[in-house]
């Protein structure tokens, strides 16, 4: 099973930035999908932003054009970068990883595709 662990969560004013990392326990050089899912009380578990393999990425409407999703194969680590930070991006902030034995097009925001999840890292903005 895939470890993932998170940090880099922590409390911050509107208009703040933050970068969440996630390290992974294997290797980042098969076919995958890597995403990062944020929970809230009342609006569950929904995906922020996606990566794949061929360094494609998705992005939930909310965060388009304010967070950046990337992956530093060599340090296998993936990399939520939050600027422009609003009170509703504040929750739980989950990192989660799927491999596949085959190309796949993607990447995709379902939470129902991915296999390893990290533990979370909390995310509050506030002033």
């Known amino acids: 099973q895939v470890r993932l662990v998170e940090s880099g969560g922590g409390s911050v004013q509107p208009g703040g930035s933050l970068r969440l990392s996630c390290s992974i326990s294997?290797?980042?050089?098969?076919?995958?999908?890597m995403a990062w899912f944020r929970q809230t009380p009342g609006i569950g578990r929904e995906g922020i932003a996606a990566?794949?393999?061929?360094?494609?990425?998705a992005y939930a409407d909310s965060v388009q054009g304010r967070f950046t999703i990337s992956l530093d194969n060599a340090k296998a680590t993936l990399y939520l970068e939050m600027n422009s930070l609003k009170p509703d991006d504040s929750g739980m902030y989950y990192c989660a990883v799927t491999f596949f034995p085959f190309r796949v097009n993607g990447p995709s925001l379902s939470a129902s595709l991915y296999n390893d999840w990290g533990q979370g890292t909390q995310v509050t903005v506030s002033s």
């Open positions: 294997e290797s980042t050089t098969s076919n995958y999908f």
């Open positions: 990566i794949n393999t061929d360094d494609k990425r």
